[in-house]
């Protein structure tokens, strides 16, 4: 039973992290969608809106997610290292 996973909360950082990054994540999403009608210039034939929300917020996604890949690499090095004792 020495084998079960740690149950313990994740630290501070961790959750203002993911609150952050969510927050970003609300704030791109909803807030390109609400200002959509403001933007409507033509960006090769197509309102500047529609490009906004179809590719805009999905780079701005990917980039949040490399963004927490990288800022959990940062914060627990240590829960992907392998220990000499725990070698199979």
């Not at 313990?8 to 992290?17: E, G, Q, T």
């Amino acid at each position: 039973m020495d084998d079960l996973p740690d149950t313990s909360p994740p630290p501070p950082k961790v959750l203002a992290l993911k609150l952050g990054l969510l927050a970003v994540w609300a704030i791109l999403a909803f807030g390109s969608v609400y200002f959509a009608r403001d933007l409507d210039f033509l960006v090769l034939g197509w309102p500047f809106g529609y490009w906004l929300a179809a590719q805009g917020v999905l780079l701005a996604f990917i980039a949040i997610v490399v963004v927490y890949a990288w800022a959990m690499q940062r914060l627990q090095p240590e829960d992907g290292a392998v220990q000499d004792g725990d070698r199979a």
